[in-house]
């Protein structure tokens, strides 16, 4: 068995090469943080604070953002280098930044719905209260038990999911938060949304195993090339159509990646931006006047919808404390369709007439925000009550759609600054995961055939999970299916790496819960 050193140097950069390598990468750094800091102080210009406490805080809460993500390339970028790497396909230096060029498209081009669908799964009164006390808590404290779980998995060169790890900080958060707020009746955790997700991080990984150990499989019946099921022979690289095929399935792992994974912490970073400068994030500014006038039109045949859904009854109150009572238990009450309509109404009245959202005034940006989210949370529980009528269905969906494109939104520079995160961790962290799945997995090192089967299978299952707005695990995916192609290849298991990767994949959960849940309570008394 090859030690470490000897598959780092499997296939070593032409003289100079890795001084290029690191002068192209450290200026794409350059650039980017360029980039992506002229924009936030460009955004930041227009906030009028007498105090420099929100800025100092914005910047601690990025910095510990961008820092999951950068260990977050530790892991799952690792995992998309590996085989390139291992296989002496691409000099390491090459492929990173390779793989980091596509993460970064992965990530410009991704829609964000996967970063909202994980900040779903937080309370609701802790997402419409995350510029207080209790928001900036939850923030540190799950990004904060990510960082450290995935910082000690990487130690020991176990390719644990980031995705799993800050899903776990979630629940966690969202835990303690309904225990030590008993008294109130608080929400914890989304359990609806929770389990959509549990489906997708459980299942793709028995999914990469099979398929991937499925196309292997096909791979020797149909293709005859021998080359083909071969191991890395040295320091020579593989014949150029399979090199060509192990970089293309590379780069289809790091753009799916990217589009997936990337997401996550985008979410959060966009949850620290609405909590310190909500005047400059709030408010999705992108939204023109034509759209506004739509949204105002859609939000008085909503109200009337929601008119003939209450009926006779009438509601005299505040409509926020109704409706966010209803979010928190998951159930409509009567007073739910008036107590929307009402809400709505008053939304409209803030945004209907304006030229555009950044017309909004900034004292008011928070505030629409919150009442849009909290509208749009509680749409779904009428859109579950029978007897509701095709056209109804289609006006309360319409806005909810509206809606969630005034709040759910992402700059362009948080993508940047996430993809160079992950890229810049990857350059940092990925020589103890290409060991693992390069040779740790199976008794026989990994063939040509192997590593572009599972990344094949990998990027496929990605791309199919961001269809449906699920976050999965690169990782997961990834190590089962080189698992399945050693197990169809006959090649064994190395039982030992097998068991501590499920141990990881079984611990990863509970004790990301309870290190989150423990850092809330925390942090509940230090802010």
Request: proline residues 5%.
């Amino acid at each position: 068995m090859q030690t470490e050193a000897a598959v780092v140097s499997a296939a070593p950069p032409r003289p100079g090469s890795g001084r290029i390598f690191a002068l192209i990468f450290g200026v794409i750094l350059l650039i980017g943080a360029g980039y992506a800091g002229l924009h936030l102080v460009q955004d930041l210009s227009a906030v009028r604070s007498h105090s420099i406490a929100p800025f100092l805080l914005l910047g601690v809460a990025l910095l510990i953002a961008l820092g999951f993500e950068f260990v977050n390339g530790f892991h799952d970028t690792a995992n998309a280098v590996a085989t390139v790497i291992y296989t002496n396909s691409m000099p390491a230096n090459m492929a990173v930044i390779w793989s980091g060029a596509f993460n970064f498209l992965g990530v410009l081009l991704s829609s964000g719905a996967v970063a909202f669908t994980v900040v779903s799964l937080l309370p609701v009164e802790l997402i419409l209260q995350v510029g207080g006390q209790a928001g900036f808590a939850m923030v540190f404290a799950l990004l904060i038990a990510a960082i450290l779980w995935n910082l000690g998995t990487w130690y020991f060169g176990l390719p644990n999911s980031s995705s799993h790890t800050l899903i776990g900080s979630i629940i966690g958060v969202g835990l303690a938060n309904q225990l030590i707020s008993a008294h109130s009746g608080t929400s914890g955790v989304n359990w609806d949304a929770a389990m959509g997700v549990f489906r997708g991080l459980v299942f793709s990984p028995i999914a990469g195993f099979l398929l991937a150990g499925l196309l292997m499989l096909l791979l020797k019946t149909l293709v005859k090339i021998p080359a083909l099921y071969r191991a890395p022979e040295g320091k020579k690289p593989p014949p150029w159509p399979i090199r060509a095929l192990l970089v293309l399935t590379c780069t289809g792992v790091s753009f799916s990646h990217g589009s997936n994974d990337g997401q996550k912490g985008m979410g959060l970073i966009m949850l620290i931006l609405i909590g310190t400068v909500p005047t400059a994030y709030a408010l999705n500014g992108a939204v023109s006047g034509g759209e506004v006038k739509t949204f105002h039109q859609v939000s008085v045949d909503a109200q009337q919808v929601l008119s003939g859904i209450a009926g006779s009854i009438t509601f005299d109150g505040d409509p926020r404390a109704t409706l966010t009572a209803a979010v928190q238990q998951r159930a409509a009450q009567p007073s739910t369709a008036p107590a929307l309509a009402q809400l709505i109404g008053q939304i409209d009245h803030q945004v209907g007439n304006r030229s555009s959202l950044k017309s909004v005034p900034p004292e008011q940006m928070g505030n629409v925000r919150n009442d849009i989210y909290l509208a749009n949370a509680a749409i779904p529980l009428l859109l579950s009550q029978p007897g509701l009528g095709k056209e109804q269905t289609a006006t309360l969906t319409s806005w909810r759609g509206l809606g969630t494109q005034a709040i759910q939104f992402i700059p362009p520079w948080v993508k940047v600054a996430v993809a160079l995160a992950l890229g810049l961790g990857t350059m940092v962290g990925w020589k103890r995961i290409v060991v693992t799945v390069g040779e740790k997995i199976g008794k026989e090192h990994l063939t040509y055939a192997q590593g572009a089967s599972a990344e094949l299978v990998a990027m496929t299952l990605i791309q199919a999970a961001d269809m449906y707005h699920l976050p999965v695990s690169t990782t997961h995916v990834l190590t089962s299916g080189v698992a399945g192609t050693m197990a169809a290849n006959g090649s064994g298991l190395q039982w030992s790496t097998v068991r501590n990767l499920l141990m990881a994949w079984v611990l990863t959960l509970p004790a990301s819960i309870l290190l989150a849940g423990g850092l809330y309570v925390v942090f509940r008394q230090i802010f």
